[in-house]
């Protein structure tokens, strides 16, 4: 799907758009068409990778420590 297909039922600039697809491209989860960042040519999610088990793997330790202050947080607030 092209870049600009893509960012129509966001309310982001196209320039953002092609931001989340590079930083997905740099994870090895997302693949870009052959005119390089930003071209309107196929841009694809690859399903199942080992990227992609990588990519979360490698941010989980740290959702999980913020997750437990956020619940720290609320604790306290709610005392």
Request: net charge negative.
């Amino acid at each position: 799907m092209s870049v600009s297909l893509l960012a129509e039922p966001f309310k982001m600039s196209l320039a953002a758009v092609v931001q989340h697809l590079q930083i997905l491209e740099e994870s090895g989860i997302g693949e870009d068409g052959e005119g390089g960042p930003g071209a309107e040519l196929p841009n694809r999610i690859r399903g199942g990778s080992t990227a992609q088990q990588n990519w979360i793997g490698a941010r989980r330790p740290e959702w999980a420590r913020r997750l437990d202050r956020l619940e720290d947080i609320l604790t306290e607030k709610g005392k």
